[in-house]
């Protein structure tokens, strides 16, 4: 039976970051302030995205405490709240990159096979 703190902490963690973390433009948003805090407009350019697009990702990560805005004059700018984010996005692309890795052992074992195979 799994404890009801775990199952607690999991379904908040879920509200707040995961379902932050759902959407790809929201992920690269992420990976962007990683580098410096920027404003709508630069994300939009780095993006390629529309501004009103942009605008809603941002509050969804604010809504979910991934990202703060500073105002600097009529200038927003975003940037994360915690840079830990960043190192589980990139332990999620490992994980990511070694199933990869696997498939295409497995896929290069499935060619091996079926071309000896074919050859009897």
């Not at 105002?71 to 984010?85: A, P, T, W």
């Amino acid at each position: 039976m799994i404890d009801q703190h775990l199952r607690d902490e999991v379904m908040q963690m879920h509200a707040q970051i995961c379902a932050g973390l759902a959407d790809p433009t929201r992920i690269l948003i992420l990976y962007s302030l990683a580098e410096q805090p920027r404003s709508v407009g630069e994300l939009t350019k780095m993006l390629n995205s529309p501004q009103p697009t942009i605008s809603r990702h941002l509050q969804n990560l604010r809504d979910r405490r991934l990202v703060t805005a500073t105002r600097d004059g009529q200038n927003v700018f975003y940037s994360l709240v915690d840079k830990r984010i960043i190192q589980a996005l990139d332990l999620l692309r490992s994980v990511l990159a070694d199933d990869l890795s696997h498939q295409a052992v497995l896929a290069e074992k499935v060619d091996v096979t079926q071309i000896s195979g074919g050859n009897k």
